[in-house]
């Protein structure tokens, strides 16, 4: 069965002040690990699909990699409006398209 | 305009009725999903589809139906509702396979 694991939990921090976010998982056979954005009181919006181990994507201050187990998403001199859930998601080879996704991690990003 | 759209975007309803939650997508997209979000469980998928006709269930199908006659909606029906359905429900679609997900806005649904 396929497993996603987003830690921490909760994550606060200062204007400025770079971190990781963490998702570890397990799949048979990975097709793709998908990382998503989600404000409060919103449907999660992507941001990134990454598809074999070494494999890098960048979007503004977020930059999310890939080892064959686990997944990070970077947020350098993160702002404010960083400020969001984090889910991360993946989708194994025999998955039929489904997404399995983690818990998330809650970022707040205090000016 | 072009998206994916859910209605209603708030409901309150009795235990023991039926409701169903409406999901419309412009896009052609072949797959849609219906998950559930709940604190502590995060996304939780509910039923599938393939292409209009074809569902299948997910983590946690009871007490929820679905149909699929047009490519572009996929409603999801509480045959009889209960307070352990209160939840945030949101539908998805993607283009296929290797393909992520659009989100709709969610319907927050409350049974009392």
């Known amino acids: 069965e396929d497993q996603v694991t987003q830690s921490p939990e909760a994550l606060r921090l200062q204007e400025g002040e770079s971190s990781s976010l963490n998702c570890s998982y397990t799949v048979s056979g990975l097709r793709g690990l998908f990382w998503y954005r989600q404000d409060p009181g919103k449907g999660p919006e992507f941001l990134f699909t990454?598809?074999?181990a070494g494999e890098e994507k960048e979007k503004e201050r977020l930059k999310a990699t890939l080892t064959k187990k686990e997944s990070f998403l970077h947020i350098t001199a993160p702002k404010p409006e960083d400020s969001a859930t984090y889910l991360c998601a993946v989708q194994d080879v025999d998955s039929w398209g489904k997404l399995q996704f983690g818990a998330g991690t809650q970022v707040v990003v205090t000016p | 305009d072009a998206g994916i759209t859910q209605s209603p975007r708030y409901k309150i309803t009795e235990t023991g009725r039926q409701v169903t939650l409406m999901c419309h997508q412009t896009?052609?997209?072949?797959?849609m999903f219906w998950y559930r979000q709940d604190l502590g469980h995060g996304l939780r998928l509910i039923y599938y589809s393939a292409a209009a006709d074809i569902t299948d269930k997910g983590e946690v199908p009871d007490g929820y139906v679905v149909s699929r006659s047009k490519t572009e909606n996929f409603p999801l029906t509480l045959e009889s509702a209960t307070r352990s359905q209160t939840s945030v429900y949101f539908c998805?679609?993607?283009?296929?396979?290797?393909?992520?997900?659009?989100f709709g806005s969610g319907t927050r649904l409350t049974v009392v």
């Open positions: 896009w052609s997209h072949s797959y």
């Open positions: 998805a679609s993607s283009a296929g396979i290797g393909y992520g997900y659009t």
């Open positions: 990454l598809y074999s």
